[in-house]
């Protein structure tokens, strides 16, 4: 079913964003509970617990946004065979990746119903701390805006195609009245100068003296 296929990519996609999501947070409890790792210039893996949205903002919102990103979980897997840029199909498939990660671990990580705190590992020193689930949130969303944009701007181009298209069919259908019109008018003075020597042609010829023959 074309519904179907329309979702497979998307879906994959997601799929793939929350086991790789999931198995870095497992990784992170495990190995950063009681070590920070310096990897490269400011960057460093470094365990932190968020309860409220992505990048450490909304703290203590945690159960409302668990539902909302529930909501647009739910919004984005029926948006999903609306889609037609493949720009457009993977951040889709990275937006719904990446916000059922974050909502897995408000869900499994707490004691009450979406009170669970989501973990954080990438640690820049000057930026909020983030994982996996937030980077593919954020790419999804600008893949997103880019295939819009790209889209809108084929769609313009498409139709400016169309009424030049349009324009030069009308221009060849003038020329083409235009000669037709010219012919005829051509034909018919051709028929009037034969009517014309016919006619000059049947008439009685006289003797220069006027004699009768």
């Known amino acids: 079913m074309p519904a179907l296929r329309a979702w497979r990519v998307p879906v994959a996609i997601a799929c793939a964003v929350v086991l790789v999501d999931q198995l870095t947070k497992h ?16 960057l460093q ?7 409220g949205m992505a990048f450490g903002q909304g703290t ?18 029926v948006s999903v065979r609306d889609q037609t840029s493949r720009l457009s199909t993977v951040g889709m498939g990275l937006l719904i990746g990446g916000a059922a990660g ?11 119903f979406l009170d669970g705190a989501v973990v954080d590992f990438v ?10 689930a937030d ?34 069919a009308g221009d060849v259908g003038d020329v083409a009245i235009t000669g037709r019109a010219g012919g005829e008018a051509v034909t018919g003075r051709a028929e009037g100068d034969a009517v014309t020597g016919r006619a000059g042609g049947d008439a009685p010829s006289q003797t220069i003296d006027g004699t009768q023959p």
């Open 45 to 51: 893996l470094n365990l932190a617990f968020n309860n």
């Open 135 to 168: 980077i593919c949130v954020n790419v999804g969303a600008a893949l997103l805006i880019l295939g819009s944009v790209l889209s809108a701007r084929r769609a313009h181009d498409h139709d400016d195609l169309d009424d030049d298209r349009a324009s030069r």
């Open 60 to 77: 203590g919102f945690g159960p409302l946004i668990g539902v909302v990103a529930t909501l647009v979980i739910v919004f984005l897997l």
């Open 27 to 42: 990784w992170a409890v495990n190995e950063l509970s009681d070590r920070t790792i310096e990897v490269v210039w400011t």
């Open 102 to 112: 974050n909502l897995i671990d408000r869900l499994f990580r707490g004691d009450g």
């Open 123 to 132: 640690d820049l020193q000057w930026f909020p701390i983030f994982n996996v």
